[in-house]
């Protein structure tokens, strides 16, 4: 079967400072993987989409980025993070046609102080 | 734009009756929507898929209906349990992703 692993569980920064969160998939191969944002009370904002290793897509123009160095790896990070960047980030994988189910990991929460 | 949108923010509902979720689409017509349950400090979790040439799709205590003309989905839980206080998210498709809704918080009063 499928799992998704995401870490850090939870994570304070302080502002400037670096974040790499890691995503990684297990039981699938060539998975559409995404990278979502919620902040307290709020939807879902799509931060990222990776079709492939090496090919990211993103959404909104922010001081974040995504690489896919390898199949079932999805990185998210940002050389200087925000107070905005606080929140709870959320890695999902999908089958190749990105409108399938998408199925979520655990989520990192992050404290940007 | 295509929007997808809850416009329910919280439902309070007695334990036993049933909940009635509500998504709205405008400005397209999506091929199928799908339904989640999100739990605090957790990533959502996949319920339903109901397709646009399907009326309604069941699973065990949960109904979906998708009504093109009203361009409106529906979501209902029937015999409430307090179990299932959570928020609820609609999707829709993108072209190579789906874009939620806001969701709407569910609580489930004993």
């Known amino acids: 079967s499928q799992t998704i692993h995401q870490w850090p569980a939870t994570l304070v920064q302080p502002v400037g400072s670096p974040l790499s969160l890691e995503c990684t998939v297990e039981?699938?191969?060539?998975?559409?993987l995404y990278w979502y944002r919620q902040a307290a009370g709020r939807g879902l904002q799509l931060l990222f989409y990776?079709?492939?290793?090496?090919?990211i897509s993103s959404e909104v123009p922010q001081n974040l980025s995504a690489s896919r160095p390898q199949d079932r790896q999805f990185i998210l990070s940002s050389k200087k993070l925000l107070l905005s960047d606080s929140g709870f980030y959320l890695c999902?994988?999908?089958?190749?046609?990105?409108?399938?189910?998408?199925?979520f990991g655990p989520g990192t929460r992050l404290l940007v102080l | 734009s295509q929007k997808i949108e809850q416009n329910s923010e919280a439902l309070n509902i007695q334990e036993g009756k049933t909940a009635t979720l509500t998504c709205n689409y405008t400005n397209y017509s999506p091929a199928y929507l799908q339904w989640y349950r999100q739990d605090p400090g957790r990533g959502p979790v996949f319920l339903l898929l109901?397709?646009?040439?399907?009326k309604e799709k069941r699973k065990e205590r949960l109904k979906v209906t998708f009504d093109t003309t009203l361009k409106q989905s529906l979501f209902h839980i029937t015999a409430s349990q307090p179990a299932d206080s959570a928020t609820y998210l609609c999707a829709r498709g993108g072209a190579n992703n789906l874009f939620f809704g806001t969701g709407t918080r569910l609580t489930v009063i004993p």
């Open positions: 109901i397709r646009e040439n399907e």
């Open positions: 039981g699938t191969s060539n998975p559409n």
């Open positions: 999902a994988w999908s089958g190749v046609r990105g409108q399938e189910t998408q199925y």
């Open positions: 990776s079709v492939g290793i090496g090919q």
